[in-house]
């Protein structure tokens, strides 16, 4: 689209504004389900990052109990439950979780409490 004017020497010019809407730079998975391989490497991964955060962060200190838990089918499927609930609640589609890593990280930490009702 191109809009003429005048300016103020009496010389006709172009003007091209940018468009109205925005453009996205980074994809959407909208329309796209997860596999299940897709959920299970990604539960893995947060598995072993765990257990990698319980034995050098301070903020996981207080999990270090329940270690044999985590590495268990028990601890593997209370892990895969929250970053399920964790996207629901917040809208996110298993492709886009690299973006809120910290944030899964935080609530991952704050929710594995819940290991000492298993």
């Known amino acids: 689209m191109e809009i003429r004017y005048t300016d103020k020497n009496g010389n006709e010019r172009k003007y091209y504004p940018p468009p109205m809407f925005h453009y996205s730079l980074s994809p959407t998975y909208e329309g796209i389900k997860p596999s299940k391989e897709r959920k299970i490497k990604v539960t893995n991964y947060f598995v072993g990052k765990i257990l990698t955060w319980i ?17 268990s089918d028990d601890g593997y499927e209370l892990i895969y439950k929250l970053i399920n609930k964790y996207l629901k609640i917040h809208k996110i589609s298993w492709y886009d979780i ?3 890593y910290f944030k899964i990280k935080d609530y991952l930490r704050f929710n594995l409490i819940k290991l000492e009702n298993i």
């Open 98 to 100: 690299k973006p809120n």
């Open 55 to 71: 034995e050098h962060e301070y903020q996981f200190k207080h999990l270090k109990k329940y270690k044999k838990k985590i590495k």
